[in-house]
């Protein structure tokens, strides 16, 4: 079976433009995390959705935005990047919401603003 | 709001030999989800291991062991016959009740030596 799968694996824009990466869950997976993991920190919560609508938001700021599709892939947008957002960006899918089901991730899109 | 602290930013341990990897948090909640990710250079968060606060017995997977402490709120990993492959970065991470949102510490740096 399929696992997580992330696109691109790899992206390099440029500061003031926009981003778009996609993130594609297993098989009978209804929620999608994403997450914002920084180098040498660790991953930061930036959006939960389930079953198509949004369930958690973390601290960012609106130029971050996502969606989930009735397919329940999910698309995480940034607008306006700054050099700051340079980020390994991670999803994660689970079977059901919350903390009992174990969540899956894929192998995350580096993205590089310059 | 919650916390997770780890305080080891590198380990290292030779082959065969039991490493323990720390870990405390800080929150006001009584139930909650603790668990221990690695990231490999391949950069996929896999499960390691996951403890949930209201069953007292420690949690086990094979090698993998915790030592959680609810009143110090101390969550540890020990890898019992550590092998090369289990060379990666370490994250504990905290869940709350009734929520999606997975909050990580900084991270431990393990390299097995041979």
């Known amino acids: 079976d399929a696992g997580v799968t992330q696109s691109p694996t790899h992206l390099i824009k440029t500061r003031g433009q926009q981003v778009t990466l996609r993130c594609s869950p297993i098989s009978g997976h209804k929620s999608v995390s994403w997450y914002q993991q920084v180098l040498g920190q660790g991953p930061q919560f930036i959006f939960q959705?389930?079953?198509?609508?949004?369930?958690g938001r973390g601290n960012f700021p609106d130029r971050f935005s996502a969606r989930q599709f009735p397919n329940y892939s999910s698309e995480l947008n940034v607008n306006a990047l700054l050099l700051g957002d340079s980020a390994l960006y991670l999803c994660?899918?689970?079977?059901?919401?919350?903390?009992?089901?174990?969540?899956?991730f894929g192998q995350g899109t580096r993205l590089t603003v310059v | 709001a919650q916390t997770v602290t780890q305080s080891q930013p590198e380990m290292s341990v030779q082959e065969a030999e039991t490493v323990t990897l720390s870990c405390t948090y800080d929150?006001?909640?009584?139930?909650?989800?603790l668990f221990w990710y690695k990231q490999p250079p391949s950069r996929q968060m896999i499960l390691v291991i996951r403890?949930?606060?209201?069953?007292?017995q420690n949690a086990t997977e094979n090698r993998f062991s915790v030592n959680f402490q609810k009143a110090a709120k101390s969550f540890s990993l020990k890898i019992s016959d550590s092998q090369l492959g289990d060379t990666a970065m370490y994250f504990c991470a905290f869940e709350g009740p009734g929520t999606d949102k997975l909050i990580f510490g900084t991270g431990t740096r393990l390299q097995v030596f041979p």
């Open positions: 959705y389930y079953e198509k609508e949004e369930r």
């Open positions: 929150t006001s909640e009584n139930n909650y989800y």
């Open positions: 994660a899918s689970s079977s059901q919401s919350g903390p009992r089901t174990e969540a899956f």
């Open positions: 403890q949930e606060a209201y069953k007292q």
